[in-house]
């Protein structure tokens, strides 16, 4: 029991730096695109541009996934809380959703995040490098 409990307080650190990482990670990448927009050279057309709406989209869902999952937690967190301090055996419930739901809520997120993350990286990565290496590729030739 004493084994559980403390890998169950280094699965709970863990999950805490993870949401913190990325999701601030995604902020900063949605800093980054919207940096991009301002830039009067930076005009992505067709296919790139479709590519850079959806990595903006997907860092978008990635930030908000973040945020509600650090919400979640607390929820979580604040029930149980509230379950050990009272100490009697009626379920708990906040806004009629008990501590595991929040906790398996937290997880789905976590994930919703990492996934969304990855394809916005993924897809902002591959317009400004194409966008950029064309430009540079094209100052060499001429």
Do not use: H
């Not at 009629?96 to 789905?108: P, V």
């Amino acid at each position: 029991n004493e084994r559980f409990v403390r890998w169950q307080g280094q699965t709970i650190s863990q999950l805490s730096t993870a949401l913190a990482l990325f999701s601030g990670l995604s902020v900063g990448g949605l800093g980054f695109l919207l940096s991009l927009l301002r830039d009067a050279s930076f005009k992505p057309t067709g296919i790139l541009a479709v590519l850079f709406l959806l990595a903006f989209l997907s860092l978008l869902v990635a930030s908000i996934s973040g945020s509600a999952a650090v919400v979640t937690r607390l929820l979580d967190f604040r029930l149980t809380a509230q379950k050990l301090r009272n100490m009697n055996s009626e379920p708990l419930t906040l806004f009629g959703t008990d501590s595991s739901r929040y906790g398996k809520a937290t997880w789905i997120l976590f994930w919703v995040l990492l996934i969304s993350f990855s394809i916005g990286i993924l897809l902002s990565s591959v317009v400004v490098g194409i966008f950029y290496l064309t430009d540079m590729f094209c100052a060499i030739g001429s």
